[in-house]
């Protein structure tokens, strides 16, 4: 009874605990690690409801085995359990077991089982759980096991747990470890073994998160001599139906019992035992029903790896339109995902195009007249403080999801860039190599894949049920490759797992429905470098149903350290553990494509939508208006000359990109790429009804869409707005010659492409734009002379326009209450309760210093002047009398420093301050001052 290696260990104990008597065993403590058995604090709320930890403090590092579901097991015809037929079935089938050892002080020893769907209060009547304890060497202790269920382990054991109910158990403990049961029938009594029911410290069971946690006095262990070393131990898990008594009913066997086996319903690494195969039963009979197989205490199970990934694009938004995106005040819209996330703490892979956080950017709250939960810059702010954390990893974008195939490389490029600079501005966030880089709509070929490298990405994402599939089989895809990362053209591709997407908003119980519990739990136990993806819009969460399903999910998943949910940027970093010894090389799950030749491929609805090729939309079709060859409206019954055509080759938006490429001053050049860039929103983008994606075990669509269709409005109003950009050269052109200039200029060009000219009012400070229709100023910029830097400070071309001609809203908002006024440019004459002139066509008569500017019917004559070297415009406007009394209203819309605004919203735009007649307004950023004054 000695103790040789001196650690404080005695020869007995080393013995009973498998230890070497010669080898030191005195290691130091675990650390503190309690678990708190039942639902724990609150965590968050989410739409009115409070969620709490539940069981979210237990890690991957307290799982020690998972188990195949009924349906994906080793027994015949994928078996896992011996069913009872009784409704709860399901709850007796264990899909993950985990321990943890609290620590001398903690005094406790906590273990946890989940379940494929646990019911109810199944625990009540219909689920015993029990975890076989050997404290070291398997060959020393019990071999019968308690409660009459009728099976012997090889695994020898000196305490067993036995949970009954939430408050019911006990742990029964070997107390003369030198006598033992060996037979079937042997009373465990008889042999020294005794039930602590003091010793069972209670259960939690959670029906809607399929769990259940339990903990045990660790003392209860080391009073048998366990040396307190948890890897040391050696577990066996099963679960029982209630009632396994041989003879407790009237002298006959419980519920529970199964007549002449063991009755074991489910066993983690001994499956056999609850086989129900008829022609195996003879096998499991008497001295078959011994378990062989049990769990190390060391052990450490894999996980399966979930990517969430939401994807949000609009065009430039009014505010208020964009407030009730982020939050429709009913418990619906944007923040839905961002707040569920956050409460639960698992990261997010989020795409937003910058024209969507811009105009999140620029839907600011009256904090005196709004509600704050709807106010933009703080949702971005919320966003920013997110990435910082790592629950939030934002993708890679172009400016407004514009349609890379049809565009050439050097635009994809500048796009891209220009995206990657708006987003870091407005969350911080510094794109890398590593950054993943969403293409729109997953629209690619070969060329779009030298594009992504071209912009300096190496990651992107596809589709599992459309490039995978039809660039290489069916087969192929529906596998392991399907999950598996792919490298295409040398560009790292992660795949969106289409089928798995399909039950994103499916509950059962407070969880994922069947089937995606189910591959969750089939790719825990596969290959460690695989992944599944699952994908949302941003726009599904305005829908509370929707946003409330998901929450269910996220939570399930949350609480389940065998689902680990990634930051797409973790796979690419390689800081993603994939093994539980720091592994994160993800090389040998690589699958390489090479460089094959690849068909134009999107997304399902898309490649639907366009009868499987996107030329479809783009150049026409025998059934499908096409962009290439439109001709936009300028007003009612006048088109523009060319047709829109295609950058690189021909037609308007040729014109306009090589105007703008040629833009020499830096904010001018920007703003002209913006205003472009964000015109391209969604490009070529078709009505479609047919929403049928019904398909052929080939992949052919069963209901393919063969209706004529016309450009979607959205995108027939974006791509009307191309054409502005070549604003931009005419304003650059006149930046080049200010300094010098001495006097002022007037004169009349085509500066929008539309074959009409427009009328420029300039001097040596001021460049502004005037239109026929409307008499309206369009735009107007100011130099800076200490520098020589423009600011553009009226119009702002880069906002959704509303329509797409050059009309603009002659009313704030429709009758329905929809937003009428999308844009508002300067000299906007508006006659309250009657007539409007704001879209009328005025004649246009050149003056002194300025131009004369008359409404068709000659009651509005407005005289615009601007003399040299001046920052300020004299207005006179003469209006008939018989004109609302010769009362007219003037709407400007001021875009003080647009490139500013267009980032940072309106943080450094000041108020509207009127005195003595005069408005004025300032936007300070960056320490420059760019000021508007109305005298009125």
């Given amino acids: ?555 399930w998943m949350a609480n389940r350290p065998w689902i680990r949910m990634v930051g797409l940027e973790e796979i690419t970093t390689e800081t993603l553990d994939l093994s539980g010894n720091g592994m994160t090389s993800w090389s040998a799950g690589v699958v390489d494509r090479g460089s094959p030749t690849l068909s134009l491929q999107s997304h399902n609805w898309l490649n639907h939508a366009t009868g499987e090729n996107y030329d479809h939309w783009y150049y026409g079709s025998a059934i499908e208006e096409g962009l290439a060859g439109q001709k936009f409206d300028v007003r009612s019954g006048v088109q523009v000359p060319k047709a829109y055509g295609e950058v690189g080759v021909s037609g308007t938006v040729q014109d306009a990109w090589a105007l703008v490429q040629g833009i020499t001053e830096t904010g001018l050049a920007r703003l002209a790429r913006t205003v472009l860039f964000a015109s391209t929103f969604q490009t070529a983008f078709h009505v479609e009804d047919n929403n049928d994606l019904s398909r052929w075990s080939t992949g052919d669509y069963i209901y393919p869409a063969i209706s004529s269709n016309t450009l979607q409005g959205f995108a027939r109003r974006a791509q009307a707005q191309s054409r502005f950009a070549a604003i931009y050269s005419e304003v650059d052109t006149w930046a080049a010659i200010a300094g010098g200039m001495t006097t002022t200029l007037t004169m009349q060009v085509d500066a929008d492409l539309d074959g009409e000219n427009e009328y420029v009012l300039a001097n040596d400070r001021v460049f502004a734009l005037f239109e026929r229709i409307g008499g309206r100023m369009v735009g107007a910029w100011a130099r800076d002379p200490s520098d020589g830097l423009i600011y553009q400070v009226m119009g702002n071309h880069a906002s959704a326009p509303g329509v797409e001609t050059e009309l603009e809203g002659n009313q704030n908002l429709n009758p329905d209450g929809s937003i009428a006024a999308f844009r508002t440019s300067g000299f906007k004459d508006w006659v309250q309760g009657g007539a409007t002139y704001v879209n009328d066509l005025y004649s246009i008569a050149s003056v002194a210093n300025g131009w004369q500017l008359t409404s068709p019917d000659g009651r509005i004559i407005k005289t615009i002047t601007l003399a040299p070297s001046n920052t300020a415009m004299q207005v006179n406007y003469q209006v008939s009398t018989n004109l609302n009394g010769g009362v007219l209203g003037v709407r400007h819309g001021l875009s003080l420093n647009l490139l500013d605004l267009l980032a940072q919203g309106q943080a450094t735009l000041g108020y509207e301050d009127h005195l003595n007649g005069v408005m004025t307004l300032a936007n300070l950023a960056g320490g420059k001052v760019v000021r508007a004054v109305i005298g009125y």
């Fill in 1 to 555: 009874s000695g103790d040789p290696d001196n650690d404080t260990f005695d020869n007995a104990t080393e013995f009973l605990n498998g230890t070497h008597p010669l080898v030191p065993d005195n290691v130091p403590p675990p650390p503190e690690g309690s678990i708190t058995v039942g639902r724990g604090p609150a965590i968050g709320m989410i739409n009115g409801i409070t969620y709490y930890q539940e069981f979210m403090d237990w890690t991957w590092d307290d799982l020690r085995m998972l188990d195949e579901y009924e349906g994906d097991g080793s027994n015949n015809q994928q078996g896992d359990i011996y069913p009872g037929y009784d409704g709860f079935d399901s709850s007796r089938d264990i899909v993950a077991f985990y321990m943890r050892d609290g620590g001398a002080i903690d005094n406790k020893i906590y273990f946890r089982l989940d379940f494929n769907d646990l019911t109810a209060l199944a625990e009540q009547a219909n689920l015993d759980i029990y975890v076989a304890i050997d404290i070291g060497s398997p060959t020393a202790g019990e071999r019968v096991l308690p409660d009459d269920v009728d099976t012997l382990t090889d695994m020898r054991w000196e305490a067993v747990v036995a949970v009954y109910d939430s408050a019911a158990g006990t742990v029964y403990v070997d107390t003369n470890p030198g006598a033992n049961t060996t037979l079937f029938g042997q009373s465990l009594s008889s042999f020294g073994v005794v039930s602590q029911p003091a010793a069972y410290l209670g259960a939690y069971f959670n029906a809607e998160l399929d769990s259940v946690e339990f903990a045990i006095s660790r003392q209860a262990l080391t009073d048998i001599g366990w040396n307190g070393i948890a890897s040391n131990l050696n577990l066996q898990v099963f679960t029982t139906r209630d009632g396994t008594c041989n003879g407790c009913v009237d002298g006959g066997a419980g519920a529970g019992d199964i007549g002449g086996r063991s009755d074991i319903r489910d066993s983690i690494v001994n499956d056999y035992i609850a086989e129900d195969y008829f022609s195996a039963q003879a096998g499991l009979a008497g001295s078959g029903s011994v378990l062989v197989n049990w769990i190390a205490g060391g052990n450490h199970a894999s996980r399966a790896k979930v990517a969430v990934l939401v994807h949000g694009n609009q065009a430039n938004q009014p505010g208020s339109s964009t407030q009730r995106l982020i939050n429709d005040q009913n418990g619906a819209g944007y923040h839905r995902v961002i707040l569920g996330h956050e409460v639960f703490a698992q990261p997010l892979n989020l795409h937003i195009t910058p024209t969507l956080a811009s105009s999140i950017e620029w839907a600011r709250v009256d904090t005196n007249q709004g509600p704050f939960w709807v106010d933009g810059p703080a949702f971005n702010a919320w966003i920013a403080q997110l990435i910082q954390t790592n629950i939030i990893y934002l993708l890679a974008s172009t400016y407004s999801d514009h349609m890379m195939p049809y565009f050439p490389t050097t635009f994809n490029h500048e796009n891209i860039q220009e995206a990657g600079e708006v987003l870091s501005a407005i969350y911080g966030v510094t794109f890398t190599s590593n950054s993943v880089f969403w293409t729109p709509e997953r629209l690619f070929d070969e060329g779009v894949f030298s594009d992504v490298q071209a912009a300096g990405y190496h990651w992107t994402v596809i589709d599992q049920n459309t490039h995978l599939w039809n660039w290489f089989g069916r087969t192929d895809s529906l596998g392991e490759n399907g999950y598996s990362l792919n490298r295409i053209h040398g560009v790292g591709a992660f795949v969106i797992n289409n089928l798995a997407t399909d039950f994103r908003f499916s509950n059962l119980d407070g969880g994922p429905n069947t089937s995606l519990r189910n591959l969750m739990s089939r790719r825990a136990r596969g290959a460690w470098e695989r992944l599944t993806t699952l994908f949302l819009n941003w726009e599904d969460f305005a829908s509370n149903s929707q946003a409330d399903a998901y929450d269910r999910n996220l939570r």
